[in-house]
């Protein structure tokens, strides 16, 4: 039972980590359970790499004592073995290698060198490497996790080095390119920007890219005159209103309900099932009490905070694992999946984790009611909110959301109760005050800010699908830039005044002086050339995807 539990953990947060496992541990145990099929192939997988390996180890005691040679023979014999390609079968294999790599675990140090090959194999057709890694060194045995550790390093190299070659798809005319710039310690940093991948002419769209997640501002949900999904303005009397819905949503169309429904919805603010139907299982009334509870206490947060990024950051979660239990039941609804990448197989995480964030601060209990929510919805996604999890992905919403504004904004927005530097901001060139709501993206997440943006965001079709509009002619690698803020010079404003402003709003919402040409020209004509020693950029990327990509970074 000890080895079917460690299983079961690693399967259930593997799913939560990355969004593609959840109904995977689900599945696994009822075909184990039902199939003497599958059951005698997991035995059949286990005699053969018992067999192949272990006879070559019995003099092993641990991972340290593993001979380099037998640890490269044993990773060519894997690499040379046919991995599958189906995607349901790639899933099945990822459970059946994780099951056998667990039973092998509990045999001793003898297996540690097929254990972690059975890892190894497990991790070749994960979709998202680094989560993986940080799962197994939580529940992989450290013996075993320090052999397994010796063979996915070039792996992970070639992966990380390959996806910009799958994103942004070709169709969005940009590319993303490295850049060195100073970080304001004397050191230089890698940061990634978006180049044009052809002419554009001004006033040219360059892209449509859809929200991945959206927030309504709370002081408009509800009211009916937005729609909770995405944004966009409705008519008086026409709102939709599900029977059941704790943050009280209305929406536009029956669309924008299903959508809402199939991809976060259901399993963060309604009672219904979390799974598609035949995944769900029995849930007593008790239970339904509890999460009942748990919805209530986190909207309550989410009201009282009136900040977005708590709730971006719940329906990013929710998202991932929708995507990936909807794939779990044939014919059944599926949930839209963003076409994000030419190729590569890759998930929402992926995108995710390569994007710069922020060092955020969570509201009080914050993390603790997310988990309540997570966890009575589905047990064990809980697992995947840890303070440090937590706190990385506020980050990333806080310091890449877009705020999504119609025409020249309203002009009906509460003043903030807040302090001025802790007021949420986004990136809206009308600022944020004049916003109906944040969303976040993966592509224009890669967009640096400048006092004089080459590219604005606009959202002409009424709702949250961003269009992003050239503001001059652009060549072929040119930088493509936006503001996030208000940068116009107003009335009342002297030069030095209006750049004293911007500047205080970029660093406390984003952590970082301006470098721009406009910042840098209006300071040299004010005599305030001294300031241009710019502070540091706080702005970082995880230890995993900074090793990978900022290693050979020349030093200045």
């Given at each position: 039972m000890?080895?079917?539990?460690?299983?079961?953990?690693?399967?259930?947060?593997?799913?939560?980590?990355?969004?593609?496992?959840?109904?995977?541990?689900i599945y696994f145990d009822y075909k184990r359970r039902t199939d003497g099929n599958f059951r005698r192939k997991l035995r059949k997988d286990k005699k053969r790499i018992v067999k192949s390996q272990a006879s070559s180890e019995t003099s092993k005691t641990g991972a340290d004592e593993t001979e380099a040679n037998d640890l490269r023979g044993a990773l060519e014999k894997v690499r040379a073995e046919e991995m599958p390609t189906n995607p349901e079968e790639r899933e099945k294999y990822f459970m059946a290698q994780v099951s056998i790599g667990e039973q092998l675990c509990a045999q001793g140090p003898v297996y540690n060198l097929p254990a972690a090959m059975c890892f190894y194999r497990a991790f070749r057709v994960y979709p998202s490497p680094v989560e993986l890694i940080v799962i197994y060194q939580k529940t992989v045995p450290?013996?075993?996790?320090?052999?397994?550790?010796?063979?996915?390093?070039?792996?992970?190299?070639?992966?990380?080095?390959?996806?910009?070659?799958?994103?942004?798809?070709?169709?969005?005319?940009?590319?993303?390119?490295?850049?060195?710039?100073?970080?304001?310690?004397?050191?230089?940093?890698?940061?990634?920007?978006?180049?044009?991948?052809?002419?554009?002419?001004?006033?040219?769209?360059?892209?449509?890219?859809?929200?991945?997640?959206?927030?309504?501002?709370?002081?408009?949900?509800?009211?009916?005159?937005?729609?909770?999904?995405?944004l966009r303005e409705i008519g008086d009397g026409t709102a939709l209103r599900p029977d059941s819905d704790r943050?009280?949503?209305?929406?536009?169309?029956?669309?924008?309900?299903?959508?809402?429904k199939l991809e976060y919805q259901s399993l963060l603010f309604t009672l219904e099932p979390p799974l598609p139907v035949g995944l769900t299982p029995d849930v007593s009334d008790s239970a339904q009490e509890d999460r009942d509870a748990a919805q209530k206490a986190f909207v309550a947060y989410l009201n009282h905070s009136a900040k977005a990024s708590p709730e971006l950051v719940a329906k990013f979660i929710a998202r991932q694992v929708s995507i990936e239990t909807?794939?779990?039941?044939?014919?059944?609804?599926?949930?839209?999946?963003?076409?994000?990448?030419?190729?590569?197989?890759?998930?929402?995480?992926?995108?995710?984790?390569?994007?710069?964030f922020l060092e955020v601060k969570p509201g009080k209990n914050e993390m603790k009611l997310l988990g309540e929510v997570l966890q009575t919805?589905?047990?064990?996604?809980?697992?995947?909110?840890?303070?440090?999890?937590?706190?990385?992905?506020?980050?990333k919403m806080a310091y890449n959301s877009y705020g999504v504004f119609f025409g020249n904004g309203r002009d009906d927005?509460?003043?903030?109760?807040?302090?001025?530097?802790?007021?949420?901001?986004?990136?809206?060139?009308?600022?944020?005050?004049?916003?109906?709501?944040?969303?976040f993206y993966a592509v224009s997440s890669y967009i640096s800010h400048s006092c004089a943006p080459s590219a604005r965001p606009s959202f002409d079709d009424g709702n949250a699908e961003l269009h992003l509009i050239a503001t001059r002619d652009l060549k072929k690698g040119d930088e493509i830039t936006v503001s996030y803020i208000d940068v116009a010079q107003h009335e009342d404003e002297t030069t030095v005044d209006a750049r004293r402003r911007r500047r205080m709003e970029l660093a406390r919402g984003w952590r970082f002086a301006c470098p721009c040409t406009r910042c840098a020209e209006e300071a040299a004509e004010s005599g305030q050339t001294s300031e241009e020693s710019a502070p540091r950029d706080e702005s970082?990327?995880?230890?995993?995807?900074s090793r990978a990509e900022e290693s050979d970074i020349p030093k200045p």
């Open positions: 000890a080895t079917t539990s460690r299983t079961s953990t690693i399967l259930t947060v593997a799913t939560i980590a990355v969004g593609g496992l959840a109904a995977y541990a450290e013996p075993v996790f320090k052999v397994f550790s010796r063979g996915f390093r070039v792996r992970l190299s070639v992966r990380k080095l390959g996806y910009y070659n799958f994103f942004p798809p070709k169709s969005m005319n940009v590319a993303v390119e490295n850049l060195d710039v100073p970080d304001g310690t004397g050191r230089l940093m890698r940061k990634k920007i978006l180049v044009a991948n052809k002419d554009i002419a001004a006033g040219e769209v360059i892209y449509k890219e859809g929200a991945l997640v959206t927030a309504l501002d709370l002081d408009l949900q509800g009211k009916g005159t937005h729609c909770s999904h995405c943050l009280n949503s209305v929406y536009c169309s029956n669309t924008c309900q299903l959508e809402a909807s794939k779990m039941v044939p014919g059944g609804q599926p949930v839209p999946t963003p076409a994000l990448a030419d190729g590569g197989d890759y998930t929402l995480y992926d995108h995710l984790e390569r994007l710069r919805a589905l047990p064990g996604l809980e697992q995947f909110v840890t303070e440090e999890r937590h706190g990385t992905l506020l980050g927005k509460p003043e903030p109760k807040e302090r001025p530097e802790d007021v949420e901001k986004t990136r809206t060139p009308l600022g944020t005050a004049r916003q109906v709501g944040a969303a970082k990327v995880e230890p995993t995807v």
